[in-house]
């Protein structure tokens, strides 16, 4: 069982970037998925969220109108975060994470990938 992120890296202020989560080892078809990130010294925080089948999201204020997450189930569920615009603030490690319901909170998801760093730069 296991989700690995990859996409992370250093971009300059308003650049994009798109995470991608790969998730094997059972069928994560059926799981409601998110993106949270965390900076140094903070507790991680929500930053969108999936239903099994894409058809209901969510995401946090602050990423709205630039932050897109999306997945595809295929062979292996891969979930996406398609993130344009990014600002300095935007700067952590991003987890991709896989539980039985859409929601922001830590505690409602039982899976999670190792993480990316993203870093954006003024």
């Known amino acids: 069982v296991q989700l690995q992120a990859c996409g992370g890296g250093s971009v300059q202020a308003g650049d994009s970037l798109r995470l991608s989560c790969t998730a094997s080892?059972?069928?994560?078809?059926?799981?409601?998925m998110g993106w949270f990130r965390q900076t140094p010294g903070k507790e991680r925080e929500f930053v969108a969220t999936?239903?099994?089948?894409?058809?209901?999201?969510?995401h946090t204020d602050s990423v709205k109108g630039r932050f897109t997450i999306s997945r595809e189930n295929a062979k292996n569920t891969v979930l996406r975060l398609q993130m344009n615009n990014l600002k300095p603030e935007d700067t952590a490690v991003y987890y991709c994470?896989?539980?039985?319901?859409?929601?922001?909170?830590?505690?409602?998801?039982?899976?999670w990938g190792q993480g990316t760093l993203v870093t954006v730069s003024s």
């Open positions: 994470a896989a539980g039985p319901r859409r929601s922001a909170r830590v505690a409602d998801y039982v899976y």
């Open positions: 080892g059972r069928t994560f078809s059926t799981y409601d």
């Open positions: 999936i239903n099994w089948n894409g058809r209901n999201t969510d």
